[in-house]
């Protein structure tokens, strides 16, 4: 059986995106499953656009992913030689020419070609064929080298997501492979690379559809073997239009600073083009144990953040408190959150996370018990009624000497609320307001346990 070797191959002209992470997580699976090799590697043939800085946003979406790479990253302008080496090897074959075509000279056959009502295309000047006499070649001029794509004839593969997919090669004019400068053009590169590092199966955005006939005809010519393709569907907003910034964050990188975690996200782009039955909750090693080809789907996703929330908070509630207190302490000392003397993070975490979505939910809702409370005179004089005053101050006074645990300050509580004939709400939403400053907390008692009887008493003084 063939050693499946898969790849990753995103141009560092921006972020990586949700799409660009969903294709890096299908070949890093596809690989895993069969045991083969993950390549990643960076498409930085494109001098104007590409960056540094977006060469790092890959990285480092890639690696809060978790999404590690066997081999790699290798840079294509590090290869220029031997890009230049395959040029000059379809050269001497006759694969390839050159043509001193200027872009103006280019420009104005497509026109032609557009106003006849045909599609826009190089016309093939100079073009070697068998009996053909070529133009003298214009001296000072640096020619592009095209490839001689077949006239004519058709280009089919069997597409794993879309199925059998064929362009006719006349619809496909003499690509340029080479610059005037020498620098190869994308397609030629995509063709060696994936040669050179004996790529099995090519899963990438159905926006590189047309670019696959063209990259086919470049294999068959050098005498490589081809891989499998795929191509996947893009994402959609909930509204089914293209996903974009107006939707939400598109850069993966936003999501952790959204506090959303790493697992949550695999898996749920995981369901955004492959099922497994109805199995909507798994780990990636689940994921690469299930992953295969057949369960593609050919139809575009739409991203549900609701969904993505839903699952977060999943994967919260399994989280260990200790690498959530991690996230959270950052957020909430920039909300002027003290620690010194206050409960411990991690068990005010446990508390809360029932009903937390993200991080950034948790940690908002945790800053109650991290800041002096300001209870609202209104709200106070709704809730701290004469007829309730007597048994907080019945509260305040078993408080000294109650053993400080949720079970016992439960206890307690009702035992007041029986001695003073009160319903459980009447008593807990003082309670509640005085201690922390506002209504809605998890059950009082556990409140009341975290915060410790100095700052529960020393509150309830404050104000009974």
């Given at each position: 059986?063939?050693?499946?070797?898969?790849?990753?191959?995103?141009s560092?002209?921006?972020?990586?995106?949700?799409?660009?992470?969903?294709?890096?997580?299908?070949?890093?699976?596809?690989?895993?499953?069969?045991?083969?090799?993950?390549?990643?590697?960076?498409?930085?043939?494109?001098?104007?656009?590409?960056?540094?800085?977006?060469?790092?946003?890959?990285?480092?979406?890639?690696?809060?992913?978790?999404?590690?790479?066997d081999?790699?990253?290798?840079?294509?302008?590090?290869?220029?030689?031997?890009?230049?080496?395959?040029?000059?090897?379809?050269l001497?074959?006759?694969?390839?020419?050159?043509?001193?075509?200027?872009?103006?000279?280019?420009?104005?056959?497509?026109?032609?070609?557009?106003?006849?009502?045909?599609?826009?295309?190089?016309?093939?000047?100079?073009?070697?064929?068998?009996?053909?006499?070529?133009?003298?070649?214009?001296?000072?001029?640096?020619p592009?080298?095209?490839?001689?794509?077949?006239?004519?004839?058709?280009?089919?593969?069997?597409?794993?997501?879309?199925?059998?997919?064929?362009?006719g090669?006349k619809?496909?004019?003499?690509?340029?492979?080479?610059?005037?400068?020498?620098?190869?053009?994308?397609?030629?590169?995509?063709?060696?690379?994936?040669?050179?590092?004996?790529?099995?199966?090519?899963?990438?955005?159905?926006?590189?559809?047309?670019?696959?006939?063209?990259?086919?005809?470049?294999?068959?010519?050098?005498?490589?073997?081809?891989?499998?393709?795929?191509?996947?569907?893009?994402?959609?907003?909930?509204?089914?239009?293209?996903?974009?910034?107006?939707?939400?964050?598109?850069?993966?990188?936003?999501y952790?600073?959204?506090?959303?975690?790493?697992?949550?996200?695999?898996?749920?782009?995981?369901?955004?083009?492959?099922?497994?039955?109805?199995?909507?909750?798994?780990?990636?090693?689940?994921?690469?144990?299930?992953?295969?080809?057949?369960?593609?789907?050919?139809?575009?996703?739409?991203?549900?953040?609701?969904?993505?929330?839903w699952?977060?908070?999943?994967?919260?509630?399994?989280?260990?408190?200790?690498?959530?207190?991690?996230?959270a302490?950052?957020?909430?000392?920039?909300?002027g959150?003290?620690?010194?003397?206050?409960?411990?993070?991690?068990?005010?975490?446990?508390?809360?996370?029932?009903?937390?979505?993200?991080?950034?939910?948790?940690?908002?809702?945790?800053?109650?018990?991290?800041?002096?409370?300001?209870?609202?005179?209104?709200?106070?004089?709704?809730?701290?009624?004469?007829?309730?005053?007597?048994?907080?101050?019945?509260?305040a006074?078993r408080?000294?000497?109650?053993?400080?645990?949720?079970?016992?300050?439960?206890?307690?509580?009702?035992?007041?609320?029986?001695?003073?004939?009160?319903?459980?709400?009447?008593?807990?939403?003082?309670?509640?307001?005085?201690?922390?400053?506002?209504?809605?907390?998890?059950?009082?008692?556990?409140?009341?346990?975290?915060?410790?009887?100095?700052?529960?008493?020393?509150?309830?003084?404050?104000?009974?």
């Open positions: 059986m063939t050693v499946v070797r898969t790849r990753f191959a995103p560092p002209t921006g972020y990586l995106h949700l799409g660009g992470a969903r294709t890096a997580l299908y070949s890093w699976a596809y690989a895993r499953h069969f045991g083969g090799t993950f390549v990643l590697r960076i498409e930085d043939t494109d001098l104007e656009r590409s960056t540094p800085e977006a060469v790092q946003a890959i990285l480092d979406g890639m690696q809060w992913l978790g999404l590690a790479h081999e790699g990253p290798f840079y294509q302008m590090q290869r220029m030689d031997r890009y230049r080496e395959v040029v000059g090897q379809m001497a074959a006759g694969t390839a020419y050159q043509c001193y075509c200027s872009p103006a000279e280019v420009e104005a056959m497509r026109e032609r070609f557009r106003a006849a009502g045909e599609k826009p295309r190089y016309d093939g000047t100079w073009r070697p064929e068998d009996g053909k006499t070529l133009p003298v070649a214009p001296s000072g001029v640096q592009v080298i095209r490839f001689k794509n077949p006239l004519d004839g058709d280009v089919t593969w069997n597409d794993v997501v879309k199925g059998t997919i064929t362009i090669n619809e496909l004019d003499d690509l340029v492979i080479a610059r005037p400068d020498g620098t190869p053009t994308y397609n030629f590169c995509v063709a060696v690379d994936d040669w050179d590092m004996q790529i099995t199966h090519v899963l990438r955005g159905d926006d590189h559809v047309n670019n696959t006939p063209r990259q086919i005809n470049i294999l068959r010519a050098i005498g490589a073997p081809l891989p499998q393709y795929g191509h996947l569907p893009m994402i959609l907003g909930a509204d089914g239009e293209k996903l974009s910034k107006r939707h939400g964050a598109v850069s993966v990188m936003d952790p600073e959204q506090g959303y975690l790493p697992e949550a996200m695999l898996n749920y782009l995981a369901r955004l083009g492959w099922s497994h039955g109805n199995d909507e909750v798994f780990t990636m090693d689940q994921f690469c144990e299930w992953f295969n080809l057949e369960h593609l789907t050919a139809s575009a996703a739409r991203f549900d953040h609701e969904k993505l929330g699952l977060n908070n999943h994967y919260i509630k399994l989280a260990d408190n200790e690498r959530l207190a991690g996230l302490r950052p957020r909430m000392q920039a909300e959150a003290s620690f010194d003397g206050a409960p411990s993070l991690p068990a005010v975490l446990a508390l809360m996370k029932e009903r937390s979505n993200t991080v950034v939910e948790l940690a908002d809702a945790a800053m109650l018990f991290y800041r002096t409370p300001n209870p609202d005179a209104a709200l106070l004089a709704q809730h701290l009624t004469d007829a309730v005053r007597p048994a907080l101050v019945d509260f006074a408080c000294a000497d109650v053993e400080w645990t949720k079970p016992a300050l439960a206890a307690m509580l009702k035992e007041v609320l029986v001695a003073h004939g009160l319903k459980m709400p009447l008593m807990a939403m003082p309670l509640r307001l005085l201690v922390t400053g506002q209504l809605q907390t998890p059950a009082i008692d556990a409140v009341l346990e975290l915060f410790g009887r100095e700052v529960v008493c020393a509150r309830l003084q404050k104000f009974i």
